[in-house]
């Protein structure tokens, strides 16, 4: 079977600190490995995607590192502030024949104290 | 001006009972998605269209109905809900770009009674 989890379902920082949300997949036929975030009352919204051929790649304030030898996916979060309080989805994306799917992980809330 | 809005945004009512939920897309998408959140806040994809075409099914109840009238708009009727249908339902929208983006709506709240 396929799945995507986390290792971790809260994680709480100080601010201006450094946050890592990791998660594990099984499914090593992913194409692309994505991070979502999910503000209080809203939808997910797409953060930063990683192809399966590149182990790190960073965005603004955010690294995401792929190690697909234990099959380990982590976000990275610079300076955490409390605007990144939400609930993070790591998510595997794959091209199957027009009918591509995201399949979401299980999330893990990130709580950012002042 | 919101991208994917939905309607109802609260949805309260008893079990037995048929509810549809809307969605509309501004984005100029082709392929809209359903899905479901429980109250563990996992996310399982429901269904997808592309262009009024629906192309995934994801072993969803037939009471489950969704229905695109047009590409910009889908809508999700259920038949005799039931308590676990308690959930937050997102619609979202993909574009021509990054296939993994994925543009959700706010989330409808259903909860049967």
């Known amino acids: 079977g396929e799945s995507v989890g986390l290792h971790l379902p809260t994680l709480s920082v100080q601010e201006g600190d450094n946050s890592i949300i990791n998660c594990a997949y099984s499914?090593?036929?992913?194409?692309?490995f994505i991070w979502y975030k999910q503000e209080s009352g809203k939808g997910p919204q797409f953060i930063i995607d990683?192809?399966?051929?590149?182990d790190k790649r960073q965005g603004q304030r955010v690294t995401v590192l792929l190690n697909k030898t234990v099959k380990h996916l982590s976000l990275q979060i610079a300076a955490t502030q409390p605007g990144d309080s939400a609930v993070y989805f790591c998510a595997e994306f794959r091209f199957s024949g027009g009918y591509n799917k995201l399949i979401f992980g299980a999330g893990t809330r990130l709580a950012v104290h002042p | 001006d919101t991208a994917v809005s939905q309607t109802p945004k609260y949805l309260v009512t008893q079990m037995g009972n048929d509810k549809s939920i809307k969605c509309e897309q501004n984005?100029?998408?082709?392929?809209m998605y359903w899905y479901k959140q429980d109250s563990k806040k996992f996310l399982k994809i429901m269904f997808s269209y592309n262009n009024k075409e629906l192309i995934i099914n994801e072993t969803v109840p037939n009471r489950f109905s969704p229905k695109s009238p047009d590409k910009a708009h889908l809508n999700l009727h259920i038949n005799s809900l039931e308590l676990g249908d308690s959930a937050v339902y997102f619609c979202a929208s993909r574009g021509q770009g990054f296939p993994g983006e994925l543009f959700f709506g706010e989330g409808s709240r259903l909860t049967v009674l």
């Open positions: 499914n090593s036929a992913s194409d692309y």
């Open positions: 984005l100029g998408h082709d392929t």
């Open positions: 990683i192809r399966s051929n590149m």
